[in-house]
């Protein structure tokens, strides 16, 4: 009779035991980030699409919702897929960049089904730029003749554009869009399976889903695990904001070639114009003190336009003086299962010709359709050499408006060196012969013919007629010289870049193996 009380005892001591070292084993999976969500069914959708059939389960974790951000929730949620989006603030956004999306950037914008987020905010349409320099002025007119009418640039207060692209996207069952800070990834054997967050209201908590996209765009502090982040801060923009000021040239970007770097001017609103003064470095004269009020009026309010003038000065005057450090980041991704960047987080240039959300919504549009033949994002592994593709798609436009950037912010900054003062004068003197000479490069800028070999062309174009006048007539050895080493500085402005760009995926493409990687088969 005791011999059983005892192996009862026993038994029951042994359960016990078993069951509290599966409470403090699962205890310590949820400290370590490595708990494993159950494999998500996936259903179709009333249009044919995917979605989960797991409703406290998203497919995809958005971080972000700037413009890339909303732009990718939008169009996945439309695509049937479940978006959980998190973003650190949904107040409107005041930010002085991001206010001029390209005609090919707003083509993309119609391809994703959300032209009508540049309607009821004061958008404005641009056509074109004027650049101006030395008192000489030209324009450049966006190759828009065969698209429709309503096809063109747009201006605009960007945190009006991105509060209507949230509103949208929010406005799809199955996108949730909540306020909340993401302090990391959640990690379990080289797979990101989620995210941790804090709420507004300070709750920690956790996220799962089979994809999770960071856009935390670029101040981003989850991209150091993502990919190899090369920063450059080549200069800071100083904005201002103009009122009742009537451009030169309504309806266009205005550049000016001032010293010593550029000055940029364009319509956000019926009533606003926008300035962009570029101070080279990373220091900028102080706000607080008023050297930047007297650095303004007495170095850029000088070289603006006459018909600008009275205006600028009286936006220094008003005070509401912004600064923002322009940052440049070639893409350099570590291919990570269950995780994707995009937009800022993921690649920058310099903002100088407005290709930024261009850029982010072409890579949107290769995602989606990378995306689109998979009903099962679960297979983490899989999944992530398939999307190795993006990279590569991504490159002809990503490439070729990051490295016009690039460039042409060094060419159009001044220099006391010779060679640089030619070629930055054979820049303007070239784009104004207007034809092809002008039609070329604005369209590449533009984003409507995004070729890279074209880039390089038009560029050393450039270089050439540059030289061709130094060495014309009758050339000297001084000449001979100067014009040696503006080939040199121009080879040596544009090689780095598209070094860094990726030659083999800049240029030749298709010979990259994930150019013709296939979906995964459907389990």
Same mark, same amino acid.
């Given at each position: 009779m005791a011999d059983s009380y005892v192996l009862g005892w026993i038994l029951c001591s042994v359960m016990a035991l078993v069951a509290l070292c599966g409470v403090v084993l699962r205890r310590q999976k949820w400290k370590g980030i490595s708990m494993r969500t159950e494999p998500l069914k996936t259903v179709l959708t009333s249009n044919g699409?995917?979605?989960?059939?797991?409703?406290?389960?998203?497919?995809?974790?958005?971080?972000?919702?700037?413009?890339a951000g909303s732009a990718l929730a939008h169009t996945l949620g439309k695509d049937g897929r479940r978006v959980q989006v998190i973003e650190r603030d949904l107040s409107e956004p005041d930010r002085i960049v991001g206010e001029l999306l390209q005609p090919g950037g707003y083509l993309k914008l119609i391809e994703l089904g959300l032209e009508d987020c540049v309607e009821e905010i004061d958008a404005q349409q641009v056509f074109g730029y004027a650049l101006f320099k030395d008192g000489k002025h030209t324009q450049l007119s966006y190759p828009l003749e065969k698209f429709h009418s309503d096809v063109s640039g747009r201006s605009f207060h960007n945190g009006r554009f991105i509060q209507r692209m949230r509103e949208k996207s929010a406005s799809l069952p199955n996108v949730h869009l909540e306020q909340g800070t993401v302090t990391s990834l959640l990690e379990e054997k080289g797979i990101i399976r989620g995210v941790q967050y804090k709420t507004k209201d300070g709750r920690e908590l956790t996220a799962f889903a089979s994809l999770?996209?960071?856009?935390?765009g670029c101040f981003s502090n989850l991209r150091r695990s993502l990919c190899n982040p090369k920063v450059d801060i080549p200069s800071s923009f100083v904005g201002l904001v103009l009122e009742n000021c009537h451009l030169p040239y309504s309806n266009h970007g205005h550049v000016i070639?001032?010293?010593?770097?550029?000055i940029l001017f364009y319509p956000i609103?019926?009533?606003e114009t926008r300035c962009l003064v570029d101070v080279p470095g990373q220091k900028v004269p102080s706000i607080a003190n008023g050297e930047m009020a007297n650095y303004l009026k007495t170095i850029v309010a000088p070289q603006v336009p006459p018909e600008i003038y009275d205006s600028f000065v009286a936006a220094v005057d008003k005070g509401n003086i912004r600064t923002m450090p322009n940052r440049s980041m070639p893409a350099a991704p570590h291919p990570t299962p269950g995780a994707l960047l995009m937009g800022d987080a993921f690649n920058m240039r310099h903002p100088l010709t407005g290709g930024g959300m261009t850029v982010a919504l072409s890579d949107i549009v290769v995602l989606r359709d990378l995306l689109r033949p998979l009903h099962d994002l679960n297979d983490a592994p899989m999944l992530c050499k398939y999307l190795e593709s993006f990279y590569t798609l991504r490159k002809p436009v990503a490439s070729t408006i990051n490295t016009l950037a690039g460039a042409l912010y060094k060419v159009f900054c001044a220099s006391p060196d010779q060679a640089r003062k030619e070629m930055r004068q054979a820049c303007f003197d070239y784009l104004s012969l207007g034809g092809v000479f002008s039609a070329g490069?604005?369209?590449?800028?533009?984003?409507?013919?995004p070729r890279p070999l074209s880039l390089v062309l038009h560029f050393f174009a450039v270089a050439i007629y540059s030289l061709g006048r130094l060495l014309l007539p009758f050339p000297s050895p001084k000449r001979i010289w100067i014009g040696a080493r503006l080939i040199s500085g121009a080879s040596g402005i544009i090689f780095p870049i598209i070094k860094a760009e990726g030659v083999r995926q800049m240029?030749? =493409?298709?010979? &990259?193996?994930?150019?013709?990687?296939? =979906?995964?088969? &459907?389990?």
């Open positions: 699409e995917c979605g989960s059939a797991d409703a406290s389960h998203a497919d995809v974790i958005i971080v972000g919702a700037g413009v999770t996209i960071v856009c935390d070639l001032a010293d010593p770097s550029p609103s019926s009533t490069p604005i369209s590449l800028l533009s984003g409507l013919n240029f030749f =493409p298709a010979t &990259v193996p994930a150019y013709y990687r296939a =979906p995964p088969p &459907v389990k």
